[in-house]
């Protein structure tokens, strides 16, 4: 990422800055020492000192903010990574269970119940609550979009599946299975488990053009297809 590279160049001319800085630094002492009878000489010591002194702490604070910057880039770099790695294993979760019947019951004396998964927004939620992104960059913003609308179908679905399982759970009576059955009937449509299938399309979208890498270091071998 970016800001790896951003990182090491400013720890580079930093640690430049803090070498030249002790160069002279020592330059100016030396010459201090050596030439103190002579105030010409005391004077060009201390200016030198005092120079390489500066360069000194400019350099420990580009050092500083470069490794901050470095930081800052790793942090996002875990995040994409987590993000990836959740959308894939959710989205094989998701094509499993839109091949399959979502819910179902053999007849009312004996149950065959499917508990219906919850669809997984731990790292999309990290992405969001991390506060790491910079609304300023398009690329940030776009993520951060991503994520967001993600969660928020996310949770729809979720929402839709629990309600399932607990009527087809607590169901006891007729009326109640019956219920239960009319429900569980809408999410076999095509058009709901076509829904369910293209949940995270705007973030794979997203990692697929712009962090390639993430989807290379997939666990399991889990890759979108192209």
């Known amino acids: 990422m970016e800001y790896v590279w951003q990182g090491r160049i400013w720890v580079f001319v930093g640690i430049v800055s803090f070498a030249i800085g002790g160069c002279i630094a020592t330059y100016g002492w030396n010459e201090w020492s050596l030439q103190s009878n002579k105030r010409k000489f005391i004077r060009k010591g201390v200016w030198d000192i005092i120079r390489g002194s500066v360069l000194v702490a400019l350099g420990g604070l ?7 910057v470095i930081s800052l880039g790793e942090q ?3 995040l994409i990574r987590a993000v990836s790695q959740e959308v894939m294993l959710s989205c094989v979760e998701l094509d499993d269970l839109a091949e399959s019947p ?4 053999i007849d009312s004396n004996g149950t065959k119940l499917k508990i219906l998964p919850v669809v997984k927004t731990g790292a999309l939620n990290a992405v969001v609550s991390s506060g790491l992104w910079n609304l300023e960059d398009e690329k940030d913003e776009e993520f951060l979009v991503a994520c967001l609308n993600c969660i ?3 949770e729809k ?16 009576t007729e009326e109640e299975i019956a219920a239960a059955r009319v429900l569980s009937n809408r999410l076999e449509s095509p058009e709901y488990k076509g829904q ?31």
Do not use: C, M, Q
């Open 102 to 105: 979502l819910a179902y019951r």
């Open 152 to 154: 928020g179908r996310a």
């Open 76 to 78: 996002k770099r875990n």
């Open 196 to 226: 369910l299938k293209h949940l995270f399309d705007e973030v794979i979208a997203f990692l697929t053009e712009n962090h390639e890498w993430a989807l290379e270091e997939l666990l399991l071998g889990l890759r979108p297809d192209k």
């Open 157 to 172: 679905a979720n929402y839709v599946l629990n309600s399932v399982t607990v009527k087809l759970v607590t169901a006891v």
């Open 62 to 68: 580009l050092t500083t903010h470069g490794w901050n």
